[in-house]
């Protein structure tokens, strides 16, 4: 059973940068698909980047298209990503969270089963 924990949450001055990573333990952890979701205060978890099982087909959030890089290093069990140009509406609660497959299809938090405990990030203006 995959187990999921991020880190590299923080606070950052508008435009600045950070990097989230999510580390996985599980042998299996390579097969799956992975995603970033976010959740800032009253409002719904929302999908913000996903990648395949093999790194090879991403899909990223409208919001985000552009400033963010996901991206996974299969042999280190890690899914990282890279947020930049940073905007006080990117404030939120970061999950990482598991697909139950290797393919990235929907962008609905209950196509994905395991999820970390969250990392905050606060954008100052």
């Known amino acids: 059973q995959v187990q999921l924990v991020e880190s590299g949450g923080g606070l950052v001055q508008a435009g600045g940068s950070l990097r989230l990573s999510c580390a996985a333990s599980?042998?299996?952890?390579?097969?799956?698909?992975m995603a970033w979701f976010r959740q800032a205060p009253g409002l719904e978890r929302e999908f913000v980047a996903g990648?395949?099982?093999?790194?090879?087909?991403?899909k990223y959030a409208d919001s985000v298209k552009g400033r963010f890089t996901i991206s996974r290093e299969n042999a280190k069990n890690t899914v990282l990503l890279q947020m930049n140009s940073l905007k006080p509406e990117d404030t939120a609660v970061y999950y990482c969270?598991?697909?139950?497959?290797?393919?990235?299809?929907?962008?609905?938090?209950?196509?994905?089963?395991?999820w970390g405990q969250g990392t905050q990030v606060t954008v100052s203006s």
């Open positions: 969270a598991k697909r139950s497959s290797g393919l990235l299809e929907g962008t609905s938090p209950r196509e994905y089963d395991t």
């Open positions: 599980g042998r299996t952890f390579r097969i799956y698909a």
């Open positions: 990648i395949n099982w093999s790194g090879g087909t991403t």
